[in-house]
C-alpha cells in the first residue's frame, strides 16, 4: 500500500517586508509582559512623541527615496510595534499617505500595520484603507478572559473577536497574533484560542512564546513566585500543534518566537528560549503528520519520499527525532529526498515508487 500526501503549510509570501518600529506609540498603558523597545532594537523614547514620530517618519521617507534611487525593492511597508491605529493625531494617516507615494512609484506593494483589538475601530480602520492600508494584525494574545486580566490587556475577548471581524468586514486582509503562556494560561487554553483565531479565516498569524523580560511587571511578578513561565518542551509541543491546525485552516504562520536582538537575549529572565524554537515546532509537527499518515497505511512504512525543502526539519533539531522516526519504521537510508510537492509513504518493497533518474 502507498500514501501521497500534502504537507498543509500554504505557500510562502514572496515579498520582503520593510519594518518600521514604533514601539509603545499610541499605546495607553503598558502589558505586564511587554518589552517593546528590546523586542524591535528601538528606544522606546524615539517613536513616542509627536515630534519623534515626525521624525521617524522622515528617516522612512529618506529611506524609501534611497531604495528607489538604487534600484531595490519592491517591498510591503509594515508599521509595527505601539498601537499604530491609535498614534496621537494623523500620523498614521501621514505615515500610510507616504508609503502610498512609494506605491505609485513601484516601490511599495503592500501597506501593513499591527494595532490592539480595542484600537480597531471600524471607523478608523475605512479610514486608512481608503488611504492605502492593506493589511492589519490584531494583537489578539489570547481569548481567554482571566489569563487577559491578569495580563493587564484591558479588554474582553469579545473585543479580539469583534475587531478581527471588522477587519476583514472592512475590506482588510486580516493577521492574528498570539501569545502562549502568559499568566494562568495553560495549552489547552492556546489550542482553543489557535482554534478561535483560524475560525475567523486570517491570513497570517505570528506565535509569540511569553518570555519574562527585565523591567516588566512580569518579572515582577515571577520573582515574587506569582507566574511561572512554560517549559521548552510544553512549548515546542503546543506550538506543532498550533502550527497544524493553522495551516489546516489555510493560514500562513510568519513567525514563532521573537527576532534575536542583543538586548533582547540580555533581558530575557526566564521563559521558553531557544535559538531553533520554531523550527523544532515545525520539525514536531511534521513528524506528527507523517506518523498519522503512516497509521492509516496499518503496517509499519517500509519508505517515504520526502519533498526536499522540508528534509532540513524532518529530522527535528539536531536530528532529536531520529528515534521516533526508527520507531515508526523509517530511517535515513529508508528516506529519499526528492524535487517533488508532495510526500509518499509505502508499506513493502513492491509499493515503493520508482527511484527519480
Not at 475577548?157 to 502568559?182: K, S, T, W
Not at 513528524?287 to 512504512?301: C, E, I, K, S, T
Not at 529526498?337 to 509499493?351: H, N, Y
Request: charged residues 20%; aromatic residues 8%; glycine residues 10%.
Amino acid at each position: 500500500m502507498r500514501l501521497r500526501f500534502a504537507h498543509p503549510e500554504p505557500a510562502a509570501e514572496k515579498s520582503r517586508v520593510w519594518p518600521v518600529f514604533l514601539p509603545y506609540a499610541g499605546c495607553v498603558g503598558r502589558c505586564v509582559y511587554c518589552a517593546q523597545h528590546l523586542q524591535t532594537g528601538v528606544a522606546p523614547a524615539s517613536p513616542a512623541s509627536p515630534a519623534s514620530l515626525d521624525t521617524a517618519r522622515r528617516d522612512l521617507d529618506t529611506a524609501l527615496a534611497e531604495a528607489l534611487a538604487a534600484g531595490r525593492g519592491p517591498y510591503e511597508i509594515g508599521f509595527y510595534g505601539g498601537t499604530f491605529t491609535a498614534l496621537p493625531g494623523n500620523h498614521a494617516e501621514r505615515f500610510i499617505t507616504l508609503a502610498q507615494t512609494y506605491r505609485e512609484r513601484g516601490l511599495v506593494t503592500r501597506v501593513r500595520c499591527s494595532t490592539r483589538p480595542d484600537a480597531a475601530h471600524a471607523g478608523r480602520l475605512a479610514a486608512l484603507r481608503g488611504l492605502g492600508l492593506d493589511m492589519v494584525e490584531i494583537g489578539v494574545q489570547t481569548f481567554e478572559a482571566g489569563v487577559l486580566a491578569r495580563s493587564g490587556r484591558g479588554y474582553a475577548p469579545d473585543a479580539a473577536q469583534a475587531a478581527c471581524l471588522g477587519v476583514r468586514e472592512a475590506g482588510l486582509a486580516l493577521g492574528v497574533q498570539l501569545l502562549p503562556g502568559l499568566p494562568g494560561h495553560t495549552p489547552e487554553m492556546f489550542a482553543r484560542d489557535v482554534a478561535k483565531a483560524a475560525a475567523l479565516g486570517p491570513e497570517t498569524a505570528r506565535i509569540y512564546p511569553c518570555l519574562v523580560m527585565a523591567g516588566t511587571r512580569l518579572a515582577a511578578m515571577w520573582r515574587a513566585g506569582e507566574y511561572t513561565p512554560w517549559d521548552v518542551e510544553a512549548t515546542v509541543a503546543a506550538v506543532a500543534e498550533g502550527l497544524l491546525e493553522l495551516w489546516r485552516a489555510g493560514v500562513r504562520v510568519i513567525r514563532v518566537g521573537l527576532a534575536p536582538q542583543p538586548e533582547l537575549d540580555a533581558a530575557v529572565l526566564a521563559g521558553p528560549v531557544h535559538p531553533a524554537l520554531g523550527s523544532r515546532a515545525r520539525g514536531l509537527a511534521l513528524f506528527w503528520l507523517v506518523r498519522d499518515q503512516a497509521h492509516r497505511l496499518g503496517h509499519g512504512p517500509k519508505g517515504l519520499v520526502a519533498p526536499r525543502r522540508y528534509v532540513g526539519e524532518l529530522w527535528g533539531h539536531g536530528r532529536e527525532l531520529a528515534q521516533a522516526y526508527a520507531d515508526l519504521g523509517l530511517t535515513r537510508d529508508s528516506v529519499r529526498p526528492a524535487d517533488v510537492t508532495d510526500f509518499e509513504i509505502w508499506t513493502s518493497e513492491g509499493d515503493a515508487p520508482p527511484a527519480p533518474p
